[in-house]
Each structure stands twice: as structure tokens, then as C-alpha cells.
């Protein structure tokens, strides 16, 4: 999960959420990622939550500069709405399978449910959404090729909410995933 303060109350409602709905609360850690280390927000976790695990990492933001498209919707365009790209790098070789969730989330179940999904030997499961109307998205200005969006013409417009995703984080480490490192 990201933290900042722009999302701070979101945050504090998507842990709690999680909390409350788990059966062994006390298994629960959480991995956080900040762009700047902000005393205050943590101070305000830990006050909120005196006894959660977590720990938080720094996430680089040149990793993504240049790469962030100047099209996309303002909400979107900050450095730290793509550190989940780099988890694989950013947290411990120890941590190899975790849930990633945007800090606008309430949990309503069990998160180890989550945790225990059966990946099927693939590296992620989020949910999928296919009633997207993503022309808004993608104009003719989005392309760098005229070419491009013709790839899509005999596909349903899906794409999968990455704000929900149940990682396998040894799979992606080994899949290579050059796009990914900078």
C-alpha cells in the first residue's frame, strides 16, 4: 500500500477495514511505500495503530521519470501511483507473495482468503473489468504510432484493477520482468 499524505485518511479506513475483518489480525503485515519520509504520517499510523506490523521503503521517483505519459488524468500522473511496478525489487527476497491494494479500498472479508488464492502459476490475479469505455482514455494524442491502436480493434476493452492484486513476488522476480527495472 502507498502512503502519503493525500491519502492519508483513505489509508488509515483501508487498514482498519482489514483489520477488523481479519480473523488473526496479528498475522497481518503491511509493506508500505512512501516517496519522502513524512515523521507525521507515520506518527499518526502508529497512534491509530499501536501494535500493526508494517514496515515502510522509499520509493525512488526516478525510476519512473520521463515514463509517465503527460495524457493521462492529473490523479494519475504522480510517481508514486507506479511504485507497485517495482515491488519486486523495492521489498525484502524474502517476502514472496503479498496483496497489494490501493489505500481507496474497504476490505469486507477476510484478507487471507485473498492471501491463499491459487494463482494457477501466474505472477498476479485482480480483478478484471470489461464495461470500460476507454476512448476517453485513449486518444488519437495517446499514440505514438497511428499504427498501434489497431491491435485492439478485434478485443473486448478490458483491463484489470491494479489497485487489487494478489502478487506471486518470486514468480515476477523470475520472470525478468526487464520493463520493470530501470
Sequence with gaps: MTLD????????TAVLSILQHSTC???VFFHFLHVK????????IKFTFPYLNF???IFNTARVHGLISKF???ALDQPLNYARIYLADILPK?????????????????????YGLDLKSKVLAAPEYCHANLTNYFTDTFWSDPELPKTFDSHKPCY?????MIVDVDRWRKSKC?????
Design 37 to 44: 519520509t513524512e515523521p507525521e504520517i507515520f506518527s499518526s
Design 5 to 12: 499524505a493525500n491519502y492519508l485518511r483513505g489509508t488509515i
Design 178 to 182: 526487464n520493463l520493470c527495472r530501470n
Design 94 to 114: 524474502q517476502i514472496n507473495r503479498l496483496i497489494y491494494l490501493d489505500s481507496d479500498i474497504i476490505m469486507v472479508g477476510d484478507v487471507s482468503k485473498l
Design 160 to 164: 484489470f484493477n491494479t489497485g487489487v
Design 25 to 27: 489480525p496479528e498475522n
Design 55 to 57: 514496515k515502510t521503503y
Design 72 to 74: 493521462i488524468r492529473q
